[in-house]
């Protein structure tokens, strides 16, 4: 079986995980086939990849720089990285991890270009902000992210993430919409555990005014 269709049988529907741990095994045996066939330069894995991949790339590209048009454009240029690069992927972490890290490093490098200054200054808060709290952030607590992502006003939630500071918005992004661990944001982000927990909890407390607005009641008479 190529490594194509390898990819192609791991995301056929029907698999079953059964358990967390086969549920980690299937991840595993994605990443393997997705590193071999970039590796190999496998025909038709590429376009395997866009597909699968091309929403949650352009999303993530969109809110970290707020500019779609400026997103699309990088959009081609992380999977021209892919192509040129791809046996530098090593299936130890998820190919998304790879792909958002790849995505991240590109639009950094484009801001150089355009101000001669690291968009990392734009990631690196510092002082208070970044200060390890006391907060954790389970799977299991709903936050008041879910709560107003599920409202049905989706643009309100776009435009709620667009008002908050770059290393708040990117964290949320990754977290609640991409479905990213924070060991994997704390990969794609090149910071500490404690600071991506911190900045998550931060982010979710910028949205409570929001999630309150978006939430209360209208005033005016029917």
């Given at each position: 079986m190529s490594a194509a269709a390898a990819f192609r049988s791991i995301?056929?529907?029907?698999?079953?995980?059964?358990?967390?741990?086969?549920?980690?095994?299937?991840?595993?045996?994605?990443?393997?086939?997705?590193?071999?066939?970039?590796?190999?330069?496998?025909a038709g894995l590429l376009d395997e990849l866009i597909v699968r991949y091309q929403h949650r790339l352009l999303r993530y590209l969109v809110f970290l720089t707020g500019n779609r048009e400026q997103a699309e454009d990088l959009f081609q240029e992380v999977w021209m990285r892919v192509l040129t690069r791809g046996a530098q992927f090593n299936a130890k972490a998820r190919f998304e991890t790879w792909l958002f890290t790849i995505?991240?490093?590109?639009?950094?490098?484009?801001?150089?270009?355009?101000?001669?200054?690291?968009?990392?200054?734009?990631?690196?808060?510092g002082g208070d902000d970044d200060r390890p709290i006391a907060f954790e952030v389970t799977d299991s607590q709903p936050s008041p992210f879910?709560?107003?992502a599920s409202l049905e006003d989706r643009e309100r939630v776009a435009a709620a993430l667009l008002q908050l500071d770059t290393v708040y918005?990117?964290?949320?992004?990754?977290?609640?919409?991409?479905?990213?661990?924070?060991e994997e944001i704390a990969k794609v982000t090149r910071a500490p555990l404690s600071t991506v927990k911190s900045r998550l909890?931060?982010?979710l407390a910028a949205l409570r005014p929001w999630v309150e607005s978006a939430s209360a009641p209208s005033s005016e008479a029917v």
């Open positions: 995301f056929a529907p029907g698999a079953d995980a059964g358990s967390s741990t086969a549920a980690n095994d299937l991840v595993r045996q994605q990443s393997l086939a997705i590193a071999q066939g970039l590796k190999q330069q496998q995505a991240r490093n590109l639009v950094i490098d484009q801001k150089r270009k355009r101000t001669m200054s690291s968009l990392d200054e734009l990631f690196e808060v879910d709560r107003f918005r990117e964290v949320l992004v990754l977290r609640f919409h991409e479905d990213l661990s924070i909890y931060r982010g």
